[in-house]
């Protein structure tokens, strides 16, 4: 899995293994792993396309997303939200408080939605 640029430890390899072992032997057959390695490969692609929309609306690069950089980017996009509407927004993926949307927040709230990687 390292060779194929995925750090993983020894029980989340066990853990895909066993999601595609159909039979239960415990191996997989190339179909399976074609079957695995598609997915795997899929939640990489999207989670770096959702990294670069997170740099894109983080304006000032500081590694979280603002109340002002939602303004921001949906003006940009000709959305109209209301102060309290961005707030919500930001409250609902803030888990540690601070007020922001730092990366890992952000691509858990969009794991939770249809753009889940």
């Known amino acids: 899995m390292r060779a194929l640029?995925?750090?993983m430890t020894e029980e989340q390899i066990n853990?895909?293994?066993a999601d595609v072992d159909k039979d239960g032997s415990g191996a997989i057959e190339f179909e399976e792993f074609v079957q695995m390695m598609t997915a795997k490969?899929?939640?990489?692609?999207?989670k770096?396309?959702?990294v670069k929309a997170?740099?894109?609306?983080?304006?000032?690069k500081n590694g979280k997303i603002s109340i002002v950089d939602i303004q921001r980017i949906a003006k940009e996009l000709g959305e109209n939200f209301t102060n309290d509407e961005i707030k919500e927004m930001v409250e609902e993926a803030d888990r540690n408080g601070d007020g922001e949307v730092d990366q890992e927040e952000f691509l858990r709230m969009m794991k939770r939605t249809?753009?889940?990687?």
């Open 54 to 60: 997170f740099g894109l609306i983080d304006q000032d």
């Open 5 to 7: 640029g995925f750090e």
């Open 41 to 46: 490969i899929g939640e990489r692609d999207t």
């Open 48 to 50: 770096e396309e959702l």
């Open 114 to 117: 249809s753009y889940a990687y």
């Open 15 to 17: 853990q895909m293994i």
